[in-house]
């Protein structure tokens, strides 16, 4: 099977995030592969273990390819850059739109995403990339199972209270939820294989695509404002021993906290 997997870097859930104006943020310099990405990777890798074939790990980024390393690492075969000076200021419609235009003339049999990004959250690049190559595409499943590559598949999604069962055919495109797998853990040789191997670069002009079509010039939706989360009361500090101290927290907890 020929498998993409589409996979971003965003920041580490301890980086420090502060808002420098109305629409930027202040991203503290530690990221790593978004969480559900690695669950995508992984799912991709299982299926070329059973049936064969290549495991593509993609990215529009133009300046962090660690997510792509970490692809190599876990056992992809290839990763792919596309990057471009031009794709500065894209919404996740133009980084869809991008991704859809490289993948639309390659022999692929499964796209794998993940079921958002845990830094922007918007959850759309998946079902976009799936829409504009005119696929059919499932979010967030927790089972696939593939017999046969040419014949119809099926994927679990968990709802309210239970589980939904779908089939349908490849080419299509899932996103994928915690639950799918267990991402495996890369080998040591693999880390250090993955520090050295060389990402294939591919700009906008090899995608017939140019800055009118992404970036800035193309946005459809637009940052109006970032909001600080509201400051935390400070910490107050019950003095008194036991059991003067537990009377006065459950005291606290019900007449200032009004948690019980
Ligand atoms: C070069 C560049 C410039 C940008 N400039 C701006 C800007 O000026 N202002 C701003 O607000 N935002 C900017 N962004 C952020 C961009 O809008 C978001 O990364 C994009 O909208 C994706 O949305 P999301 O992160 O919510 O992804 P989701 O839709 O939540 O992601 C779901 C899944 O889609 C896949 N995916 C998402 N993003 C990528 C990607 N880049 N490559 C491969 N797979 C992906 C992953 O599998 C991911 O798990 C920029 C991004 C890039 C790459």
Do not use: W
Request: proline share 7%.
């Amino acid at each position: 099977m020929d498998i993409y997997v589409l996979v971003k870097q965003v920041p580490d859930p301890e980086a420090n995030v502060k808002v420098k104006s109305d629409v930027e943020l202040e991203i503290e310099n530690k990221y790593f592969t978004n969480f559900f990405d690695e669950i995508a990777i992984e799912a991709g890798l299982k299926l070329r273990e059973k049936f064969g074939g290549k495991v593509t790990v993609l990215t529009v980024d133009n300046k962090k390819v660690d997510a792509l390393r970490r692809g190599i690492a876990m056992g992809a075969d290839d990763a792919i850059q596309i990057t471009d000076p031009a794709l500065e200021g894209s919404d996740p419609f133009a980084i869809a739109k991008t991704l859809a235009a490289y993948l639309k003339d390659k022999p692929f049999d499964l796209i794998l995403a993940g079921r958002q990004a845990m830094d922007d959250d918007a959850g759309i690049v998946g079902p976009g990339v799936a829409e504009l190559l005119g696929i059919p595409h499932v979010n967030m499943i927790v089972g696939l199972e593939i017999d046969d590559p040419k014949k119809e598949l099926k994927v679990v999604r968990e709802v309210e209270g239970g589980k939904e069962i779908l089939s349908c055919f490849l080419p299509a495109l899932f996103t994928c939820q915690k639950g799918l797998n267990n991402p495996r853990i890369p080998q040591v040789m693999n880390v250090m294989k993955a520090m050295k191997a060389q990402m294939k670069k591919v700009d906008l002009a090899a995608l017939g695509l140019s800055a009118v079509d992404v970036g800035g010039q193309a946005v459809k939706i637009k940052v109006q404002k970032y909001l600080p989360p509201p400051k935390r009361p400070p910490v107050k500090m019950i003095k008194e021993d036991f059991p003067e101290n537990v009377k006065q927290l459950v005291k606290l907890l019900k007449e200032e906290a009004k948690v019980i």
